[in-house]
C-alpha cells in the first residue's frame, strides 16, 4: 500500500507545507517524479534506508528541547508510513480524551473537553472538589523501543514490520560514553537528552528514546500511555480525564481518592518505564484555580468557568514575531511565514485575551508587517 506512487505523491506534498522556502524541500521538488520513483523501488524492495539527520536546540513555551530533523526522503516515508499504516491501526484503540495528534482533535479539544468536565462535574457536585494534573518528565527520552514493538506487532501488517523496525532502529541513541554498569541499567533509569553528550562512535546503543519533531514520534506518543488511559477509564472508572500528550488531568470531589490514584498511576508508569514529574504533578482546588496547557481555569461558585491566558504566552509570541520579522526583512523567510503563524495563533488565544492584550498584539502584528512591507520596497 505505501508503496502506491499516488500515496506518496500525497505524503511529498504533505511532507513540504509550510516549508516550500527551504532549498532541500525546493531541491528535491526540482525532481520529485524521480525521487518518489525511487523511494517507491526502495520501499518495494525493501532496500530503503534512513539517512543522517540535523540536530538542533529550541526553547519552546519555557521548555529547552533537542531536535532531530530527517531529510525530505525520509519525511515523505514517515508520512506514508504514519497516514496509512501506524495512525489507522492504533487511532481506535485510544480513548476518546486522548486529544494530541489526532485527526479532528488537537489542543483546542482538550481545552474544550476540560471546559466541558468542569461544568459537567459542577452540575453534579457544585466548585467544591479537586483537579489532579499530572505530567510526566523527559517523555519522549524514555519511550521504551521494545514496549512500543509490543504494542504495536498485533495492529500493523506484517509486510511492514521490517520498516517499523528500521525506524525504531534510527531513534537508538548512541550511549558509547557510558560506562558497563550504566549501560546495563539504562533502559530502567531517567535519561536527559539534554544532559548528555552528542556521540558517534558506535560502541553501545540504547533501545531507548524517540526524536521530538518526526512524525512517527507523534504517534507513539500519544499511544505508549495507552494502558495508563485504560487503567483510569476503565479500570478505576472516572469520567472526569483527559489527556494531551504528557499532560493531564483527572477532576475528583475526594482529594484523599487523587492522592491514592497517583501512587497506582505511578505503578502504571514504571512497568512503562516513564517518570512523573513530581515537580509539575499537583492537586488544586477547582475554586481557587490552577493551570493547564499554558491556560489558567477557576470553577466559580455559580458554575461558570472563567478562563485566562498565561501572560507568558503572549510575551513568547511578541518575540516571536520580532524574530521572525528580522528574518523575512534579511530574506531568510518568506512574508507568508508571519502571516500564518499570526492568525493562527490569534484564533486559538483571542477569546481568552483581555481587549487591551488584544489590542496590543493587534498593534504589534501591524508594525511589523508595515516594517516588512517598507523593508521590500527597496
Not at 32 to 59: G, H, M, V
Not at 88 to 107: C, H, M, Q, T, V
Request: aromatic residues 12%; proline residues 2%.
Amino acid at each position: 500500500m505505501i508503496e502506491d506512487l499516488n500515496l506518496l505523491y500525497k505524503a511529498f506534498k504533505d511532507s513540504k507545507k509550510n516549508s516550500n522556502w527551504k532549498p532541500e524541500v525546493q531541491k528535491f521538488e526540482m525532481n520529485w517524479l524521480t525521487e518518489l520513483a525511487l523511494l517507491q523501488k526502495d520501499l518495494s524492495d525493501k532496500t530503503y534506508k534512513t539517512s543522517n539527520k540535523t540536530e538542533f536546540i529550541i526553547n519552546e513555551r519555557g521548555k529547552t528541547r533537542r531536535i532531530t530533523g530527517n531529510n525530505m526522503r525520509d519525511r515523505v516515508v514517515r508520512h506514508v508510513f504514519c497516514d496509512n499504516v501506524l495512525y489507522p491501526n492504533i487511532e481506535k484503540y485510544l480513548i476518546y480524551d486522548n486529544g494530541a495528534s489526532r485527526k479532528g482533535k488537537g489542543i483546542s479539544f482538550t481545552r474544550n473537553r476540560l471546559l466541558k468536565h468542569l461544568r459537567n462535574y459542577y452540575h453534579h457536585f457544585g466548585n467544591d472538589g479537586y483537579i489532579l494534573l499530572m505530567d510526566f518528565s523527559k517523555y519522549y527520552d524514555n519511550i521504551r523501543h521494545d514496549i512500543i514493538k509490543n504494542q504495536f506487532k498485533d495492529k500493523i501488517d506484517e509486510k511492514y514490520l521490517w520498516l517499523f523496525d528500521l525506524i525504531l532502529k534510527d531513534f537508538e541513541v548512541d550511549v558509547s560514553y557510558m560506562t558497563d554498569d550504566e549501560f546495563l541499567n539504562c533502559l530502567n533509569t531517567k535519561f536527559n537528552s539534554l544532559d548528555h553528550p552528542i556521540c558517534h562512535k558506535g560502541e553501545k546503543y540504547m533501545t531507548k528514546s524517540v526524536n521530538i519533531g518526526d512524525q512517527c514520534s507523534q504517534i507513539f506518543g500519544i499511544s505508549y500511555t495507552t494502558p495508563i488511559d485504560n487503567f483510569i477509564k476503565i479500570v478505576k472508572g472516572i469520567k472526569y480525564y483527559g489527556r494531551y500528550m504528557d499532560d493531564s488531568y483527572i477532576i475528583s470531589s475526594d482529594k484523599n481518592f487523587l492522592i491514592s490514584l497517583l501512587k497506582e498511576i505511578k505503578e502504571q508508569a514504571d512497568k512503562l518505564g516513564i517518570f512523573i514529574n513530581n515537580r509539575k504533578t499537583q492537586i488544586y482546588k477547582l475554586s481557587t484555580g490552577f493551570r493547564f496547557l499554558q491556560n489558567r481555569y477557576i470553577l466559580t461558585n455559580t458554575g461558570k468557568v472563567i478562563v485566562k491566558i498565561n501572560p507568558k504566552r503572549i510575551t513568547a509570541m511578541r518575540r516571536k514575531l520580532k524574530n521572525l520579522t528580522t528574518k523575512i526583512i534579511s530574506k531568510e523567510l518568506p512574508k507568508t511565514v508571519i502571516m500564518d503563524l499570526f492568525k493562527s495563533w490569534f484564533c486559538n488565544y483571542y477569546k481568552i485575551m483581555s481587549k487591551q492584550q488584544k489590542q496590543n498584539l493587534l498593534n504589534l502584528y501591524a508594525n511589523l508587517v508595515k516594517a516588512i512591507e517598507d523593508s521590500s520596497i527597496y
